[in-house]
């Protein structure tokens, strides 16, 4: 009788607050496709835990084969991990997978002599019939996507593509590990795209997965704790009724089968969209959906030599259509150090980004990942970048090395200015008022920043910053700048909690209290949290309130601020 095959599948996430599907999709296919004789189980970690424990945990169970999920982001801790892994289990066979590792697999077995296998492209059957065979101790050597050593020499398969739907990867002991974690569903692989700067396109066509199993996974998934269910197809609408349809089954289930506060994200073209998706999107539920919008750049040059086809004016109109309709969260991207797009452009790009008023406005830096044709045809392509993973772009003959770390100025002011939410009243009264270009602002109150404080700074020192700054910038109103601060503040930190720097000590916010608190409408009851503050430039007080039972119901899930109540002062004084 042949003993068990003791097998472990692992992975590091970037964070614990992300779970991850691909161990599960491996676990699920040796569910289907291996013989009773495979055990296997999944251990996942986060790159920022101790290696030593998570090997730990590995070691513990005294495994024969031992597969990792390569990503950008995780392939340097993983390495570091096999190495722990195989000095205490140095019969284990080390078996690397996923999108990091499918299209260099001949350098990774060249460098790393501790891997054994590389499987390249889908994993589940091809993972599933190499344990097979060695659980009968027969030769691997023609399995698709396996990729190892032979007489010396590496021998290299082309990644797998599978024309089957995968099998189903929310297992019970999935749903087990995820205590409330963010979860992911796939209902399609491939791209209809060819972006020279991805690896979806090289997935093979789109292929779609039964609807039938993506409704039932999704309410699955919907009852399991998560808060936020996102979908890793790479174009959600590239059919788009399937899209509607999908779109459809949540508005007609949210509150019903699926538990209000859930909320779906999905990446889509915005170009794309049609009349029919756009008018079911704009009766969804407030905070159900949140939509990812890649634009890269509004550089027709840049975006055809990367083979992005766009129509511009179609994106512009439906995102700005979308945003105007209030009930989804908005997240656009923008990729710096792309081909044609130097300083002057990537300004132009980012300015005409930010009009569209994204509720996110994310500036990335170009990566040039392994398989991408940017990575691949350097004389296309040509650019400086970093030989260690995220292999981020240093310098480009349209962008300088300076240049690409001056942006990155921009980006940290962008994050906690404007993505951060916490800002809001504020910037628009800078861009919108006093006559403030987007990027301008954020790209010289970045470079402030980063002359005149430490690294790690908390949000009250910012805020000290920012006042000291912009109070002092010319067309600045410094009452109002400290008024739309404080409004800010008040409804987007459910302390209540009013800086230093843009306090004053005023006996009037006494009488303010009296009346709130002597007024049936507005008393405090059930010990309700509340902040409150004078506004000058306005001549009235605000107040929010906080935490009904314990819960944010006076929150707006899209915006995440707390609804933010004016009264004149005037009527508070008669």
């Known amino acids: 009788m042949n003993k068990k095959l003791n097998v472990i599948i692992t992975t590091l996430n970037s964070q614990y607050i992300h779970s991850s599907l691909a161990p599960w999709c491996l676990l699920s296919g040796i569910r289907e496709y291996c013989d009773e004789n495979v055990d296997a189980c999944v251990i ?28 950008i982001w995780n392939i340097t801790k993983t390495l570091v991990l096999v190495e722990e892994v195989k000095k205490h289990l140095p019969q284990a066979i080390i078996v690397l997978g996923g999108p990091e590792v499918s299209y260099n697999a001949d350098m990774i077995l060249k460098d790393n002599p501790l891997v054994d296998y590389v499987l390249s492209g889908e994993g589940e059957e091809p993972f599933a019939l190499f344990l097979n065979m060695v659980q009968k101790n027969s030769d691997v050597c023609g399995l698709p ?47 209809p795209y060819s972006c020279a700067f991805c690896l979806s396109g090289r997935c093979g066509s789109t292929r779609f997965f039964d609807m039938e199993r993506t409704k039932k996974e999704l309410l699955l998934l ?57 008018e079911l999107l704009s009766i969804s539920p407030i905070g159900a959906i949140r939509l990812e919008i890649g634009l890269q750049s509004f550089n027709h040059m840049t975006l055809e030599s990367v083979r992005r086809r766009t129509d511009i004016t179609a994106l512009k109109g439906n995102i700005r259509q979308l945003v105007k309709n209030a009930n989804i969260h908005i997240h656009i991207d923008l990729i710096a150090g792309l081909p044609y797009e130097d300083w002057q452009s990537f300004t132009e790009s980012f300015n005409t980004a930010y009009e569209l008023k994204p509720h996110m406005l994310q500036l990335g830096f170009l990566k040039l990942i392994h398989g991408t044709a940017m990575k691949e045809d350097k004389e296309k392509y040509p650019c400086e970048y970093s030989k260690a993973p995220p292999y981020e772009v240093l310098s480009t003959p349209w962008m300088t ?48 920043v980063s002359e005149n404080s430490k690294s790690s700074i908390s949000l009250n020192e910012y ?66 949290k509340r902040g409150i503050a004078i506004i000058y430039s306005e001549k009235c007080a605000v107040y929010c309130d906080y935490n009904y039972n314990n819960k944010n119901m006076n929150r707006n899930p899209v915006t995440g601020e707390y609804n933010l109540i004016k009264l004149p002062l005037r009527q508070i004084l008669r």
């Open 44 to 71: 996942e970690g986060t790159i920022n835990e101790n290696t030593m424990e998570i090997a730990s945990k590995i070691i513990e169970k005294a495994p024969q084969v031992i597969g990792f999920s390569c990503y």
């Open 145 to 191: 996507g396996l990729c190892y050593r032979k007489n010396g020499l590496n021998v290299i398969s082309e990644p797998y593509i599978s024309k089957k739907d995968p099998p189903n990867p929310y297992l019970p002991e999935y749903f087990d590990s995820l205590s409330g974690r963010i979860v992911y569903l796939e209902t399609s692989r491939g791209c």
């Open 222 to 278: 919907a009852n399991s704790g998560t808060q936020t269910i996102k979908l890793v197809d790479r174009t959600f609408n590239a059919k788009r009724e399937r899209a509607a349809e999908i779109i459809s089954f949540i508005i007609e289930n949210y509150g019903k089968s699926i538990p209000e506060g859930v909320c779906f994200h999905f990446e889509i073209a915005g170009d794309i969209l049609d009349r029919k998706t756009l």
């Open 401 to 448: 090395s300076e240049e690409l770390c001056e942006l990155h100025k921009a980006e940290d002011a962008l994050e906690r200015l404007h993505n951060s939410g916490r800002f809001r009243r504020t910037l628009e009264y800078l861009i919108g008022e006093v006559g403030y270009a987007p990027f301008e602002l954020f790209y010289d109150f970045g470079s402030f």
């Open 463 to 528: 805020t000290g910053l920012f006042y000291e700054y912009f109070g002092r910038q010319k067309n600045v109103d410094r009452m109002v700048l400290r008024d739309k601060m404080v409004c800010d503040r008040l409804s987007t930190n459910s302390t209540g909690y009013i800086p230093v720097v843009l306090r004053i000590n005023d006996p009037m916010l006494r009488h303010v209290k009296r009346f709130l608190n002597n007024n049936p409408k507005t008393s405090r009851q059930n010990g309700i």
